[in-house]
């Protein structure tokens, strides 16, 4: 389990956003999005709309990208890289 995911829980939308953590720039499919968090393509949608509204992904001709302005990315990396830190000194 990551250090994230370890402290917030084991869900899809942890699962989904430390996954786009450092890829700013890959564009993904829903498909790809849904094997990533480990659930079904509908269940895929649902989070993935939830980010959307929250600014965490972009949607840019029918694939969703981490948007690297989002404040929720750049805050969950702080806390994950803090986590790091105090897991492996």
Known sequence: MKPFEGLFGNTAE???????????DMPFTKEELAQEMEVSEGKAEMVIKTMLRFGVLK?????????????????VEDINNVLISILYL
């Open 14 to 24: 942890t699962r989904l956003i430390q996954f786009l953590l450092g890829l700013e």
């Open 59 to 75: 949607e840019k001709s029918g694939y969703y990208i981490a948007n690297k302005d989002s404040e929720i990315l750049k805050a």
